[in-house]
């Protein structure tokens, strides 16, 4: 059985899903602060929190976990910095609870949901594992401590892992049942959505004198089933050759601001205020992921591109509207 810490979430919610599809057993261990009951349809669900270690022990005595997911984690980069603390507990020091029951209980495979957000400023585009981590603010700190612990933890105790470093993971189930739902919402394609359904005033647009070809940020959008797809292949890759390592998961391609401001508007077929704003302090103006170690050693590639993400998202977005409605 696979043990999924955060799979009330966003994007564990999608692994959960597709591991089950795969015929894994899995267990969702979630304090659903910010996850979503209806959103675990497969496996069993254990309310439950990290910080309450009684729980994380009881969770690992009644079920015979061999693996952990873990996508459980505070992600607000705008709080970490106002906030370090909450961070810290529960990005670094509840992650130490859930590893220290593995090392009790034996389970030595582990996949972890990393960021970009380790690199920092990015000297070179696009970004390979090996280039230098240096974050800027706590919430990526929060993922290096963990993988520098990770390193330790294989070193001392034959805790296997692999790191996923996420780019930005858009999109939505092609079934419609699952979809990206944080409150309060900060990314760029869900707020076009809800720009384009109306609900808030205009979309915010950061900065436009940005040195890109249009003057906005480029950014690597993930679809979050190439994400959750490339969570069985570092499964897969974890039992068959037993070595951990870090990889990203993007697509190579960036696309701006203005170019996802058009296709919402072109594939919602709605028109939408858009408001420029200054820029924010810390947003590098280029991120794109270099994920050939990740197909070398994996064997993983992304499947879906910016169009499907934008109708996926499209999709569950304008669901999600008319389920606000009849509420
Ligand atoms: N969304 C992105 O673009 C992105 C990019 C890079 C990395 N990540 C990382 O991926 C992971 C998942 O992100 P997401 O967008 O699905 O976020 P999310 O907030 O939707 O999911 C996180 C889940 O973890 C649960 N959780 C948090 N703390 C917990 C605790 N102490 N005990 C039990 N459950 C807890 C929450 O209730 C939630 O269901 C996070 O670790 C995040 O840092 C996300």
Redesign the pocket.
């Known amino acids: 059985m696979i043990l999924v810490?955060?799979?009330?979430?966003?994007?564990?919610?999608h692994a959960n899903k597709l591991l089950n599809e795969k015929g894994y057993g899995t267990a969702v261990?979630?304090?659903?602060?910010?996850?979503?009951r209806e959103f675990v349809r497969e496996g069993e669900f254990i309310l439950?929190?990290?910080?309450d270690r009684e729980q994380v022990r009881l969770c690992f005595e009644r079920n015979p976990i061999e693996a952990v997911m873990?996508?459980?984690?505070?992600?607000y980069v705008g709080e970490s910095v106002t906030d370090p603390a909450k961070y810290y507990r529960?990005?670094v020091a509840?992650t130490l609870t859930l590893l220290e029951t593995m090392r009790e209980f034996r389970v030595k495979h582990f996949v972890f949901?990393?960021?970009?957000?380790v690199y920092g400023h990015a000297e070179a585009m696009p970004i390979t594992e090996e280039h230098i981590s240096h974050p800027i603010n706590p919430?990526g700190r929060s993922?290096l401590m963990i993988e520098e612990i990770l390193g330790d933890y294989d070193r001392a105790y034959g805790i296997k892992y692999v790191s996923l470093?996420?780019?930005?993971?858009?999109g939505a189930d092609p079934g419609g049942e699952i979809g990206?739902?944080?409150v309060p919402e900060t990314?760029l394609i869900p707020l076009a959505m809800q720009a384009a359904l109306g609900k808030g005033k205009s979309l915010v647009m950061y900065g436009t004198d940005y040195p890109t070809p249009d003057g906005t940020c480029i950014r690597d959008y993930i679809h979050v089933t190439d994400l959750a797809e490339a969570h069985c292949k570092a499964l897969e890759h974890l039992k068959r050759t037993g070595r951990s390592t870090c990889c990203n998961l993007g697509t190579g391609k960036g696309a701006s601001v203005k170019e996802i401001v058009t296709l919402v508007k072109e594939v919602s077929g709605r028109d939408f205020p858009v408001e420029v704003a200054a820029r924010r302090p810390g947003d590098p103006p280029v991120l794109v992921a270099d994920y050939r170690k990740t197909q070398e050693l994996l064997g993983w590639r992304p499947e879906k591109d910016m169009g499907e993400i934008i109708l996926t998202a499209w999709a569950w977005h304008s669901k999600e509207r008319n389920r606000e409605k009849s509420h």
């Not at 873990?70 to 992600?75: E, S």
């Not at 949901?113 to 957000?117: E, G, V």
């Open positions: 810490v955060g799979g009330a979430g966003y994007i564990g919610s261990f979630d304090n659903l602060v910010y996850g979503h439950g929190d990290l910080a873990h996508f459980g984690a505070f992600a529960n990005n509840n949901s990393s960021s970009c957000a919430y993922k470093r996420y780019f930005n993971a858009a990206e739902r944080h990314h």
